[in-house]
């Protein structure tokens, strides 16, 4: 799209339910980085109440992202149905309003950058809610942290990377752990991501879920609305050990390393 029909649509606004943008709107501890990414952000589901806001152009966006919006709502399900069977709970356990908060998109895009080694395309950071789930088309770019180090994610055709959120550490009780992720850019070639973030109800409560804690496993976590999280983690840089330090119970404790 030429630049001037771009243009009005580039804001800071956290509410707009569609905003074009550049870098990121963590705050970062006052540092001023600024990152190596232009991004598209949306609202995708529920479609009904949404689509009035999507972009009119180009002609083939509306439909093709409804249908995608869609078809991620459900491989979400699916996923959270086989992580809860697999924690030995009930397979609807984190359906409901964990993930009735509406889909959020990010179309990430990171230019080729003249030098990688002055700036990454995104901060390292974890995803809020339960999952995310995220398309990195076949150029390389995204790391996650294990045991401590940056490790490669290299795209595998035609397939997705579920990334785990900070809620799906805090629900299980630190059982399962939310990745540390981050985008590095590279000189040669431009890379497009796309990100759904499926988000809880903004008034749902938030609590490690009674079946994952006993005498032997106490809360690590108090209870909180989901609204009092999400202004914390934008407040915190998204950084992993503060955000989840503003919810334990004991923040002195150390929080469990990422595997
Ligand atoms: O571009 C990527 O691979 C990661 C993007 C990401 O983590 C995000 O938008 O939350
Ligand atoms: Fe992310």
């Known amino acids: 799209m030429p630049a001037e029909e771009k243009l009005p649509h580039y804001s800071d606004d956290l509410s707009k339910p569609f905003r074009l943008d550049t870098s990121t709107t963590y705050v970062d501890g006052g ?9 598209l952000q949306l609202q995708c589901f529920p479609i009904d109440r949404f689509a009035p806001d999507w972009p009119a ?5 509306s439909g093709g992202l409804a249908a995608y919006a869609v078809a991620l709502q459900e491989l979400a399900a699916t996923v959270l149905e086989l992580v809860a069977e697999g924690l030995g709970l009930d397979k609807s356990f984190f359906l ?6 509406g889909t959020l998109m990010n179309v990430n895009w ?10 990454m395309g995104l901060v390292p950071h974890c995803d809020r809610p339960l999952l995310t789930v995220l398309s990195q088309g076949d150029v390389s ?20 990377v579920i990334n785990l959120g900070h809620l799906m550490e805090i629900v ?21 991501s796309v990100v759904s973030i499926i988000m809880p109800e903004m008034d749902s409560r938030i609590e490690p879920l009674p079946a994952l804690v006993s005498e032997e496993k106490p809360p690590k976590f108090r209870p909180f609305l989901f609204r009092e999280f999400n202004e914390a983690y934008t407040a915190a840089a998204a950084n992993r050990e503060d955000v989840l330090r503003l919810f334990m119970i004991h923040p002195s404790d150390t929080i469990g390393s990422q595997n």
């Open 31 to 39: 540092s001023g980085d600024r990152y190596w990414r232009d991004y």
């Open 172 to 192: 299980t009780n630190g059982l399962l752990h939310s990745v540390e992720h981050r985008a590095v850019t590279n000189s040669s070639a431009a890379r497009l």
């Open 96 to 101: 409901g309003e964990l993930i009735g908060g």
């Open 110 to 119: 990171y230019p080729p950058c003249p030098d990688p080694s002055l700036t």
């Open 141 to 160: 770019g995204l790391q996650a942290k294990h045991r401590g180090r940056w490790i490669d994610v290299h795209p595998v055709p035609n397939a997705f």
């Open 57 to 61: 152009k180009p002609d083939a966006f």
